[in-house]
């Protein structure tokens, strides 16, 4: 059995971790070869010395010659560090990678997943923003290179796996569940005062701070709806979303027939990181579920007036690439402006219609058209923070 060779884009962040832990467990499957761990010197010391990688990126220059040199006083030797977009995409792109976990959040490792794409990698996916912002270059170069985009997020990982029962002409619609965030029962008139500590304190995930307000807005199901398009190749309207407070349930996929298909399992993210290191094999792990432990099962349908990020997301969705672009640039301004408390809860919805309501459409044709449709969308969401906070 030859042990696969992996890369990790954000082996610091909560999945570059958990997929380490998953090598720890499995050795004689899987040996990390590579890793981009961005900002984090501490941490990215500790991988190196553990893991020993042939490679390893840090985000700017100077954190690179504090890493390499780190390395040294602690007679570390035999790793290349290199650093920026370009130690990224090398990252990615290294010769002996078998696979590539991307979980660099938002479109920093949009590049470097788009050229492991091109190099033939095989992809497991925790980066909606990928997808979101450069879909249809990335699934149209993944069919050419005969690529695996493997999804790493727990609800499309559910449907890849539900999706394994049937073929894609028998499915009738995949529902996507949701948690509902820490304010589904919230009243609304409740919702102009929230808080960023409030938006924060989401009921099953621990997550990093963007992905916790995307949560409590619903955008992250947005973005989800998005990106199971452009996996799957369904169009918005075969694409639902149910609210599911129990997280038990991670995801739905509806055939033609009336079955219906669901993925239960524990609500641990390495589960779903063996199952895309693994595929198409199953490995036996210690991740079980407690069926004993099932008692209830809810689920109801989510209100637009609640989440006006949902809605907008459809419409993104509908509107095609350059909107989609717009939706998850304008969003990640309005969630940061949030947390500063520059602008309300309710200012992250009125920042991103407004963005979307002055994007034109269109089909980005290169990574570097998405990148400079992302920037320009980014300047127009500070703009318009920027008048929402004037007034705030």
Same mark, same amino acid.
């Given at each position: 059995?030859?042990?696969?060779?992996?890369?990790?884009?954000?082996?610091?962040?909560?999945?570059?971790?958990?997929?380490?832990?998953?090598?720890?467990?499995?050795?004689?499957?899987?040996?990390?070869?590579?890793?981009?761990?961005?900002?984090?010197?501490?941490?990215?010391?500790?991988?190196?010395?553990?893991?020993?990688?042939?490679?390893?990126?840090?985000?700017?220059?100077?954190?690179?010659?504090?890493?390499?040199?780190?390395?040294?006083?602690?007679?570390?030797?035999?790793?290349?560090?290199?650093?920026?977009?370009?130690?990224?995409?090398?990252?990615?792109?290294?010769?002996?990678?078998?696979?590539?976990?991307?979980?660099?959040?938002?479109?920093?490792?949009?590049?470097?997943?788009?050229?492991?794409?091109?190099?033939?990698?095989?992809?497991?996916?925790?980066?909606?923003?990928?997808?979101?912002?450069?879909?249809?270059?990335?699934?149209?170069?993944?069919?050419?290179?005969?690529?695996?985009?493997?999804?790493?997020?727990?609800?499309?990982?559910?449907?890849?796996?539900?999706?394994?029962?049937?073929?894609?002409?028998?499915?009738?619609?995949?529902?996507?569940?949701?948690?509902?965030?820490?304010?589904?029962?919230?009243?609304?008139?409740?919702?102009?005062?929230?808080?960023?500590?409030?938006?924060?304190?989401?009921?099953?995930?621990?997550?990093?701070?963007?992905?916790?307000?995307?949560?409590?807005?619903?955008?992250?199901?947005?973005?989800?709806?998005?990106?199971?398009?452009?996996?799957?190749?369904?169009?918005?309207?075969?694409?639902?979303?149910?609210?599911?407070?129990?997280?038990?349930?991670?995801?739905?996929?509806?055939?033609?027939?009336?079955?219906?298909?669901?993925?239960?399992?524990? +609500?641990?993210?390495?589960?779903?990181? %063996?199952?895309?290191?693994?595929? !198409?094999?199953? @490995?036996?792990?210690? =991740? $079980?579920? *407690?069926?004993?432990?099932?008692?209830?099962?809810?689920?109801?349908?989510?209100?637009?007036?609640?989440?006006?990020?949902?809605?907008?997301?459809?419409?993104?969705?509908?509107?095609?690439?350059?909107?989609?672009?717009?939706?998850?640039?304008?969003?990640?301004?309005?969630?940061?402006?949030?947390?500063?408390?520059?602008?309300?809860?309710?200012?992250?919805?009125? +920042?991103?219609?407004?963005?979307?309501? %002055?994007?034109?459409?269109?089909? !980005?044709?290169? @990574?570097?058209?998405? =990148? $400079?449709? *992302?920037?320009?969308?980014?300047?127009?969401?500070?703009?318009?923070?920027?008048?929402?906070?004037?007034?705030?």
């Amino acid at each position: 059995m030859s042990v696969k060779k992996i890369a990790i884009l954000g082996s610091t962040g909560s999945i570059g971790t958990s997929t380490l832990s998953i090598c720890e467990s499995f050795p004689d499957r899987f040996q990390p070869v590579s890793l981009a761990a961005g900002r984090n010197l501490d941490v990215a010391v500790a991988q190196c010395k553990q893991w020993r990688p042939r490679l390893v990126s840090m985000a700017t220059e100077e954190l690179a010659d504090q890493l390499a040199a780190r390395l040294r006083s602690e007679g570390v030797t035999g790793i290349d560090v290199v650093h920026g977009t370009a130690g990224t995409v090398a990252v990615a792109t290294l010769p002996e990678v078998d696979f590539v976990v991307s979980a660099i959040v938002g479109v920093s490792g949009l590049e470097a997943t788009y050229e492991a794409v091109k190099a033939g990698k095989d992809i497991g996916l925790a980066n909606k923003e990928a997808l979101v912002a450069a879909g249809e270059l990335i699934i149209a170069e993944a069919r050419r290179n005969k690529v695996a985009l493997l999804p790493i997020d727990s609800e499309h990982n559910a449907i890849h796996q539900c999706m394994r029962g049937g073929t894609a002409a028998e499915v009738k619609q995949i529902w996507l569940t949701a948690s509902g965030g820490p304010f589904r029962s919230t009243p609304l008139d409740l919702f102009a005062s929230i808080t960023p500590a409030q938006a924060l304190k989401h009921p099953t995930w621990v997550m990093g701070q963007r992905i916790t307000i995307d949560s409590a807005t619903m955008l992250n199901k947005g973005l989800e709806i998005i990106e199971a398009c452009r996996l799957f190749d369904l169009p918005p309207a075969k694409v639902q979303v149910t609210i599911h407070p129990q997280s038990t349930i991670h995801s739905l996929v509806e055939y033609v027939d009336g079955s219906i298909l669901a993925q239960l399992s524990v +609500t641990d993210m390495r589960l779903p990181i %063996l199952y895309a290191m693994a595929y !198409p094999e199953r @490995i036996p792990s210690e =991740l $079980t579920f *407690d069926m004993k432990s099932l008692s209830q099962l809810d689920f109801q349908q989510p209100d637009f007036a609640r989440f006006p990020c949902l809605r907008l997301a459809y419409e993104a969705a509908e509107a095609g690439p350059a909107h989609c672009i717009a939706l998850n640039a304008a969003d990640e301004i309005a969630v940061a402006a949030f947390l500063e408390g520059r602008i309300p809860f309710l200012g992250i919805p009125r +920042t991103i219609e407004s963005v979307l309501q %002055l994007t034109k459409p269109g089909h !980005p044709a290169s @990574i570097q058209a998405v =990148l $400079t449709a *992302d920037h320009e969308a980014r300047q127009l969401a500070r703009e318009v923070a920027l008048g929402q906070a004037a007034t705030h």
